[in-house]
């Protein structure tokens, strides 16, 4: 599972009860998370092909 | 002579991955504020001082507690598995249901694997970006404390009757009472998921983007989307499929098992047709109501949902008798020519 970030003000039991509740997910419904990973997926390409030329610079001495 | 060097070919689907799963988060010194969504990176940077947060791959993979050891380990198992399971079939012998299930469930969580490849995994805290500064710098305040286990889970505990009063919602049931919500979450929510309703949104809970962002398809690949989603659930109730004529302890639970695998497959071919069927129906007795075009459908994946429940039982109900080929090892040797 590769669940999103979650919020700097929750406690760990809420963030493992979602990743409980994902793993339920994959178990009975595996499309559903085939679905969102799909979907996560197709948008990270479109991103990295927006910001293709954001790169971080570094000054170096030649 | 100093020269501006880049350190990478710009954005890659790690960034891209890292963006939507909240990986930018606004700071005001040492307080988060909110995360920030892909668009609205270009007035950020990771000092105040630019206009892009700009951070390399090998940063971003560093956050992530997965690595070429740990991918390796789940592709070989994996890989073992599945290898067994068509030798065995290649050497004519027996299956257990079990197993099966467990092979048709390795499959799909591959695919996942594939798809979330370069998703960096189990991050905990994104990177704090800061908003181009115009005024003086403020002080930097308290950083975040640690919270001892039992404090957190003294909170997580009565915070409970707080949730379950409030109960789960979708957004098709808002104002449903709380017991039909409580019922019907369990079928809404994965088609919620697959299929995000017209009034869907990305609420943002501020601080984290919600568990399923994003929620809604690129239009430009939804029906591509659809047909993928389609076709591995044709290739999920397929495998199933494959125990047909296996030996079951009685004729009932063979009847069942190929009951429960057909009730899988035929939600691609079926979803479609029975929502239109729906909406015919709403359209002779209320234009103005859309209840049928939801329901109809849904009773399509309750037949889903108990097959796949059917298929979880009877696997592990199977293991009380089992053929005794079951038991016998693959002769690998007979692979190897000439011995």
Known sequence: ?62 | MVTIRHTGDGWTITHGFFAIMGGFMEYDGNQPIRVLLPEELESYSLTGNGNFPRLSIAEIEDKSKGDAISKGVVILQTGWFITQFIVRVVQGLPISELELATVALAVLNFVIYLLWWEKPQNVRRGVRVYKKRTTEEPDDGNVEATVGFLDALEDAIFGLPDSIARGPVTDDFKDSPWLIRVLIWPLFKPVDIIFPGRNAHDTVSVKRVNTFYPHKWDTNWLEYSIVVVAAITLAFGGIHCFGWSFDFPSSTEQLLWRVASISIIEVPFMFFPARELGRAIDRYLDPTSDIYTRVIPMLLLLLYTLGRLALLVLSFLCLRSLPPAVFHVIDWSSFIPHV
């Open chain 1, 1 to 62: 599972m590769h669940p999103n970030i979650p919020s700097p003000d929750e406690r760990w039991p809420t963030t493992a009860w979602r990743r409980a509740g994902l793993m339920l997910l994959a178990l009975f419904v595996p499309e559903a998370v085939i679905a969102w990973a799909l979907r996560q997926r197709q948008i990270a390409t479109g991103l990295a092909e927006e910001h293709e030329s954001e790169s971080p610079r570094i000054e170096v001495e030649a």
